[in-house]
């Protein structure tokens, strides 16, 4: 079995400010960093730091060499990543003190995928393995019809979720999903939590989700069994690849074959280190760092209104 991730590449320029701008508002950036992220070089990074095997296929400006560089040196293989003449993706991320964050983000070369660099791609994976895909990159409707065609299951991080997507993509395809709040709403068309993931379950009955909380924690839901699982109090300076880090490191460990409750908690633990770094890429965490640091970190139950 062999992980592809067709997924971005993005170059993020980070502004640490004293609030969110507001409308008409002009403001200072007390700081300004520049890192490697995207969701999809973040989810192959945390995959490949949770100790799995990881294919990237996507595309980068000439200005993106960089972001092929931190890849290979996180063992990432990346002989499907294409340069092309356009600009690199990049995203423009507001960080405020208490470490949330704003992102505007341009897809730039990632939008370049067209349907014969898919076929070309899809032609080295097959029956039994997985494709990851987020929606920052185009053509990811066609990618995963081609996959289902293949029968290469389809792992799918609806971010960031809008209009097209929902009118093009064929969710009904999709083995395992993993959403926030805002994507089950606009997928189940409901705000209750609890409604949200049986009404997802009714609609996608052969699908299982992992819908993540922020500090509520996080559940994992399937049509025959329910998993949950709290967070860790820790300081949050910077929450930009949290959701990554645990999407990659979920996977990581269902590939692997451990337990649900296993792949929530150490995807939970990893993500919770992850916040208490700034940047993307370098906040994630290496599997040996989360065998290490968990004993140490305070686990807060799971208390979201789902189960009240």
């Not at 097209?164 to 993993?178: C, Q």
Request: aromatic fraction near 8%; charge should be negative.
């Amino acid at each position: 079995m062999k992980i592809l991730n067709f997924g971005s590449l993005n170059i993020d320029h980070v502004y640490h400010v004293d609030h969110f701008v507001r409308p008409g508002e002009t403001i200072s950036t007390e700081k300004l960093e520049h890192f490697c992220g995207g969701k999809g070089l973040n989810q192959s990074i945390a995959l490949a730091r949770a100790g799995t095997s990881v294919w990237h296929a996507g595309k980068i400006g000439k200005d993106g060499t960089i972001l092929k560089k931190i890849l290979e040196d996180n063992k990432v293989n990346t002989e499907f990543i294409s340069v092309t003449e356009g600009t690199n993706g990049h995203a423009i991320i507001q960080v405020n003190p208490s470490g949330q964050n704003s992102i505007i983000t341009y897809g730039g070369a990632n939008y370049e995928i067209t349907e014969d660099f898919v076929d070309y791609v899809l032609k080295y994976f097959g029956e039994g393995d997985i494709v990851l895909l987020q929606n920052e990159i185009s053509k990811v409707d066609y990618i995963a019809r081609r996959c289902a065609e293949k029968k290469i299951k389809i792992v799918l991080n609806p971010s960031p979720i809008n209009n097209m997507l929902l009118k093009t993509f064929p969710f009904e395809l999709v083995s395992l999903f993993f959403i926030n709040e805002i994507e089950g709403r606009e997928l189940a068309k409901t705000e209750d939590v609890e409604k949200m993931l049986d009404t997802l379950i009714k609609i996608y009955p052969h699908s299982a989700f992992v819908l993540t909380l922020g500090h509520h924690g996080a559940i994992f839901k399937s049509s025959e069994k329910t998993y949950t699982h709290g967070i860790y109090n820790v300081d949050v300076k910077d929450t930009t690849a949290a959701g990554d880090t645990f999407t990659g490191y979920f996977l990581a460990c269902l590939a692997a074959g451990e337990a649900i409750p296993d792949c929530l908690r150490k995807a939970s633990v990893a993500s919770s280190i992850a916040v208490t770094m700034r940047g993307a890429a370098p906040s994630i965490p290496t599997m040996e760092k989360v065998n290490e640091q968990e004993k140490s970190l305070h686990l807060i139950d799971f208390h979201a209104p789902i189960l009240k």
